[in-house]
């Protein structure tokens, strides 16, 4: 069986309350390792949890399955944690999401957030639990502001607390898992004609800066590189300053080539989910980025890859991820596989 490792899921989330050890034995199965990802305290501890009851080592049904790699050796299978505060969650505010920004057919839904204050001391705790492989999701979101925000405070904020996880990540010596999304400023930032206002779209232009709202024709382009990278130059800056010693994944990438070169130069790697599979936005930085560099994730129960954008995402569709990065640069999905699968162990520290 060809192993993969979507090392980026959100089973641990209340979207896969009723129903998450049959998603993620369903993974097991079809021999996916997953990483849970906590978002906040609770999230971050059930995580935990999952990786306790599906690790490596439990014992199958319910543990995870040893399975023949495919050089004839025990391939280990099961789920890890990652814990962290996602940036968003520092204010407790509710907004709409849509997996593809472009696509406005999409349902959109409901995501909740806590503002939750950075207790440095539970995430320690957590952090040194040997089932957690990474620190995060944590790192800079630009992409939810709202009109009234105060942008520059949230920035600092944010900022203050990643540079606290980089010391932490530091201190138990573990790779980290960074979340960083710049502001809206490509075409999905601009309603299309004739889509009914609502408060989405308020919510939308209220993001983009002051200059770019007194006419939209103004927009230049250099204008909309700038906002897109923002909340990657901003990052790249801080980990100049405070620098994380295992580096980690730049999860769910969604910046240029050009950015993702800073980060590779520097030791990071590039996490690709399903947004690769819903235009050729992203087959330029799937062709540049080696495959050694590369790791596969779903984000779910967000952004479920192409056929089946919209629904509930699960790890067991990781698969169209690898198939898209295959079919790019032009190689066998067997190679993807096996690639981004060491490179995930070897990150996490993960033997056999
Ligand atoms: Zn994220
Ligand atoms: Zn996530």
């Known amino acids: 069986m ?11 989330f209340n979207a896969f309350r009723e129903d998450a050890d ?61 814990i962290g505060l996602h940036p968003i969650q ?12 472009n696509d406005w057919e999409l349902p959109a839904t409901e995501i909740k957030t806590i503002g939750e204050g950075f207790d440095y001391d539970a995430y320690l705790e957590l952090a040194c639990d040997p089932h957690v492989v990474a620190i995060g999701e944590v790192g800079l979101d630009y992409h939810h502001f709202e009109e009234g925000d105060d942008v ?19 201190e138990v010596g573990k790779p980290m898992m960074i979340h960083c999304w710049g502001v809206k400023s490509d075409k999905s930032s601009y309603p299309r004609a004739g889509v009914k206002s609502s408060k989405l779209d308020h919510a ?48 769910s990438f969604i910046g240029s080539h050009k950015t993702a070169k800073k980060f590779l130069e520097r030791g990071w790697n ?28 779903t984000d779910c129960p967000y952004l479920a890859p192409g056929p089946h954008k919209g629904e509930r995402n699960e790890p067991a569709l990781v698969r169209l991820v690898a198939e898209k990065i295959a079919s790019v640069k032009e190689i066998s999905y067997d190679e993807v596989a096996r690639v981004t699968t060491a490179n995930a162990k070897k990150l996490f520290g993960i033997r056999s």
């Open 2 to 12: 060809t192993h993969l490792f979507d090392t980026h899921a959100h089973v641990n």
């Open 22 to 82: 049959e998603v993620l034995r369903r993974a097991l199965e079809a021999g996916i390792s997953v990483v849970n990802v906590g978002s906040q305290l609770s999230t971050s501890r059930r995580a935990v949890e999952y990786a306790k009851k599906f690790s490596p080592e439990a014992k199958p049904p319910i543990g995870g399955l040893a399975s023949q790699d495919g050089n004839g050796g025990q391939a280990s299978i099961g789920v890890y944690a990652a």
């Open 90 to 101: 520092l204010r407790k505010r509710s907004f709409e999401h849509r997996d593809d920004e």
């Open 152 to 170: 520059e405070a949230m920035k600092e904020e944010q900022k203050r607390v990643l540079r606290e996880f980089v010391r932490l990540a530091n």
């Open 204 to 251: 939308r232009t209220a993001v983009i800066p002051n200059q770019f709202d007194q006419s939209r024709t103004d927009v230049t382009t250099n204008q909309l590189d700038h906002a897109r990278t923002d909340a990657y130059d901003d990052l790249l800056g801080l980990f100049d300053e405070t620098a994380p010693e295992k580096k980690g994944i730049i999860h």
């Open 270 to 297: 590039i996490g690709i989910n399903g947004i690769a599979t819903y235009s050729d936005s992203y087959d330029r930085l799937i062709r540049e980025v080696p495959l050694d560099r590369i790791v596969v994730e």
